[in-house]
Structure formats: C-alpha cells, structure tokens
Nanobody, 123 residues
Framework: VQLQASGGGLVQAGGSLRLSCAAS????????MGWFRQAPGKEREFVAA????????SYADSVKGRFTMTRDNAKNTMYLQMNSLKPEDTAVYYC?????????????????WGQGTQVTVSS
C-alpha cells in the first residue's frame, strides 16, 4: 500500500490545517488508520486513530478537543482536521494503516506508513 499525506504547511498559532492521506494499492476499508507525529529531537508519538468504519476514534490528550480524524472509505482517504493549533504541534505528521480493523494507538500495530507532511505553527 502507498500512503500519500498532504495538507501540511506554516500557520500561525490559533489557526487551522486539514491533513489528508490518500491510499493506493490496497482497499483500506477493513483496517484502522492513524496519525502520528515526530518533532525534531523527539520520539514519534501517537496523535489520533480511527477504526475501519469511522465509528470509533481515539486521540492523544494533547490534541483532544482540537483535532478531529475522519475517513472516507469510498475515496480510500482519511483526514485530520487540526484547529486551535499551538507551536508545540509543530512536527512531521505521518499517516499509517493498521494491521487490524479497530482503533490502534501503538505504532507497532501499524504496517504501512506515509512519507510525512510538515506542520509548522508559529507563535
């Protein structure tokens, strides 16, 4: 499977961005998907995850209430709407497809990764 993330950019604190992740090579409607991020000098961390039909989601405490993850299985695409962005949200954001259909918050449960898209939030 190939995952193509897009939508990153430079935004001021308090602004919004919408990330997209389009998949090709495999239908992903049976699998959970997730977003992770990695800031310079830090470990990759979980951001959000969604189950196979979009009925269940999970978020890191740091983004809860500000980020919303959705998916469109007809388009084989998932999204991350990011509102009220903070400088600490600055990172490379990666989309990933899980081995299972449920919500997964652990990176080891994902077996397909996109190339990442840079999000920079200025203060």
């Amino acid at each position: 499977v190939q995952l193509q993330a897009s939508g990153g950019g430079l935004v001021q604190a308090g602004g919004s961005l919408r990330l997209s992740c389009a998949a090709s090579g495999r239908t992903l409607s049976d699998y959970g998907m997730g977003w992770f991020r990695q800031a310079p000098g830090k470990e990759r961390e979980f951001v959000a995850a969604i189950n196979w039909d979009g009925g269940y989601t999970s978020y890191a405490d740091s983004v809860k209430g500000r980020f919303t993850m959705t998916r469109d299985n007809a388009k084989n695409t998932m999204y991350l709407q990011m509102n009220s962005l903070k400088p600490e949200d600055t990172a490379v954001y990666y989309c990933a497809v899980s081995r299972v259909g449920g919500v997964s918050v652990v990176a080891d449960e994902y077996n397909g990764w996109g190339q990442g898209t840079q999000v920079t939030v200025s203060s």
